[in-house]
């Protein structure tokens, strides 16, 4: 069974920092570029980042909304995806969940159950 | 940044029902768009891409065509299951845009 699971989500105040993680499992997480899409209450989905794979040198892009701020990485040997979130702000409120390709390469097509990020003081 | 206009925003239908959701985006994206459906406080599920490839599981009662800048998702005979929000997400260039969603409602 394909899961993806987020946590380190929290209450933190403006300025402050945090760290997401997500561990994956039941499939080659390795394989696959994932992302990080975040809602905020009563909201849409908005994406954040993306980090690719490997063979495509782990680069990484970001939405202009968290750009300098946030930073995607992934450790391939613990199948884990991590978001450093620094400089928070209160719109960064939101449910974040992380999503990585499926094995037929379709973008986003599994995700995991999210972690809530409060920033308030 | 590629807008995605989804409309309508906000529908009410029966069991039973046959709905079309657009999706258009701002500018061409050959057919690299994906639609996901989210149920209230579950993270989204991934339906189809292309738009037309059925990811393996979905009902086909879901179906999907477009290509270039306008994009359909259709929903045949809807279920009590089906009543929930979509969302049009284009991945043809960055940053990645997804549209405002279309809350789809028990009549």
């Known amino acids: 069974e394909v899961q993806l699971v987020e946590s380190g989500g929290g209450l933190v105040q403006p300025g402050g920092s945090l760290r997401l993680s997500c561990v994956a499992s039941?499939?080659?997480?390795?394989?696959?570029?994932s992302d990080w899409v975040r809602q905020a209450p009563g909201k849409g989905l908005e994406w954040i980042g993306r980090t690719r794979n490997k063979p495509n040198s782990y680069t990484t892009e970001y939405a202009a909304s968290v750009e300098g701020r946030f930073t995607i990485s992934r450790d391939d040997s613990k199948n884990s995806l991590y978001l450093q979130m620094d400089s928070l702000k209160t719109e960064d409120t939101a449910m974040y969940y992380c999503?990585?390709?499926?094995?037929?390469?379709?973008?986003?097509?599994?995700w995991g159950q999210g972690t809530l990020v409060t920033v308030s003081s | 940044a590629i807008e995605m206009t989804q409309s309508p925003s906000s529908l009410s239908a029966s069991v039973g029902d046959r709905v079309t959701i657009t999706c258009r985006s701002s500018?061409?994206?050959?057919?690299?768009l994906g639609w996901y459906q989210q149920k209230p406080g579950k993270a989204p599920n991934f339906l189809m891409y292309g738009g037309s490839s059925l990811q393996s599981g979905v009902s086909s009662r879901f179906s999907g065509s477009g290509s270039g800048t306008d994009f359909t998702l259709t929903i045949n005979n809807l279920q009590p299951e089906d009543f929930a929000t979509y969302y049009c997400l284009q991945d043809h260039s960055f940053p990645l845009t997804f549209g405002g969603g279309t809350k789809l409602e028990i009549k």
């Open positions: 039941g499939f080659t997480f390795s394989d696959h570029y």
């Open positions: 500018q061409g994206i050959r057919n690299n």
């Open positions: 999503a990585s390709y499926d094995t037929n390469g379709y973008p986003m097509g599994y």
